[in-house]
């Protein structure tokens, strides 16, 4: 699916806005906020885009639940670029907030969706389609690396318009995304060991996600899929804040996942594990390669095949969707057909 998205670069030697539709010039270029709107595991690709355009387009950003957006008297800005995502681009309550926030006056619009013909993309001045192909289950799973994938081209695609990226940039985040497929089926290798790890979740009830920085959205989308697809109670925090609650619930019952790459929050966030382990709690940690992170009595470690920098969202969470997918098949729960959920909610 990544390497269907991602074929639009293929050839090309650079970022193209055009990639967003002919008038994307127009209606990217001069963009003085991003606002995104989306639902579900969308939402939580929206949080990780965050990271990247502030960091590198240096465009301020909100990313706001849609189901929520339209009861709040937000103030509308002219400049604000309106991202709404969705894979299924039929999402009640995305298609409002976006139809709202077209009445607010804010007109640059773009869709990230996967279904071309869909309700959303008709409502957006630009799109990214993102060919993923059908998702087969309900849990969005492959619509969500390939939302990403877009929201770093549009990142790198603002930043160009803004004269914010160098050449030498461009060409390393170009060689990064053309790659990542490539990562990715690397981290499906990893397959059989996320799997011993899944049979440890036969007899849980909960289990608590943390990461740090753009891997906090990662927590909380692993969260989610645990949720979803084995009805595992699951929750995901922000590392820092384990010591402002949710520590209480640790003790040795508790398994606590950990996305741990090899950044600059590395440190931090070995510290919050110390905490975990200090209360008994198992812990499972998805490191990069080469981080130091020793595995010990109840701290399994299990290393990513390589570090990848602003594009590492995208192979840490695989490795959490096939956690929840091994959790799921021992719990015995229908992987593809969820209790209580619909692939699109249209009302
Ligand atoms: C949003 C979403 C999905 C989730 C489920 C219910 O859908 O929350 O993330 O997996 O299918 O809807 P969409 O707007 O991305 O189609």
């Not at 939580?44 to 240096?58: F, I, Q, S, T």
Request: hydrophobic share 45%; charged share 20%.
């Amino acid at each position: 699916a990544l390497a269907n998205t991602l074929e639009i670069i293929a050839g090309g030697g650079s970022i193209n806005p055009q990639l967003f539709g002919s008038q994307a010039a127009e209606v990217l270029g001069g963009v003085g906020r991003v606002l995104v709107l989306a639902c579900g595991t969308s939402y939580h690709a929206g949080l990780v885009a965050r990271y990247w355009l502030e960091a590198v387009a240096k465009v301020p950003c909100t990313v706001e639940i849609a189901s929520e957006y339209r009861y709040r008297d937000s103030v509308p800005n002219p400049d604000t670029l309106v991202v709404v995502i969705s894979q299924s681009g039929e999402t009640a309550d995305t298609l409002a907030a976006l139809k709202h926030a077209k009445r607010l006056g804010m007109t640059r619009t773009l869709a990230i969706c996967n279904v071309p013909e869909s309700a959303i993309v008709r409502e957006t001045a630009l799109r990214f389609i993102t060919r993923a192909g059908p998702e087969i289950g309900v849990a969005s799973t492959k619509a969500f690396t390939t939302q990403l994938a877009a929201l770093a081209l549009l990142t790198l695609s603002l930043a160009k318009l803004a004269g914010r990226l160098s050449e030498a940039d461009e060409a390393r985040y170009l060689t990064a995304l053309r790659h990542l497929p490539v990562a990715v089926q690397k981290v499906l290798e990893l397959e059989p060991e996320i799997e011993r790890w899944a049979q440890r979740f036969a007899g849980k009830q909960h289990a608590l996600f943390l990461g740090r920085g753009q891997h906090w959205p990662i927590a909380m989308e692993g969260a989610l899929k645990l949720k979803e697809i084995s009805y595992i109670h699951a929750e995901a925090y922000a590392a820092g804040e384990l010591k402002h609650g949710p520590l209480a619930l640790v003790d040795k019952e508790m398994p606590v996942i950990a996305v741990a790459p090899a950044d600059e929050l590395l440190e931090k966030l070995k510290s919050n594990l110390q905490e975990v382990r200090a209360r008994g709690g198992e812990l499972y940690v998805f490191a990069d390669a080469g981080s130091e992170i020793p595995a010990s009595e109840g701290v399994h470690i299990l290393h990513m095949p390589e570090h990848y920098g602003m594009l590492s969202p995208v192979l840490h969470v695989v490795a959490l969707q096939l956690l929840s997918y091994h959790a799921a098949l021992v719990k015995g729960t229908d992987v593809d057909k969820p209790r209580n959920l619909a692939k699109s909610v249209t009302v």
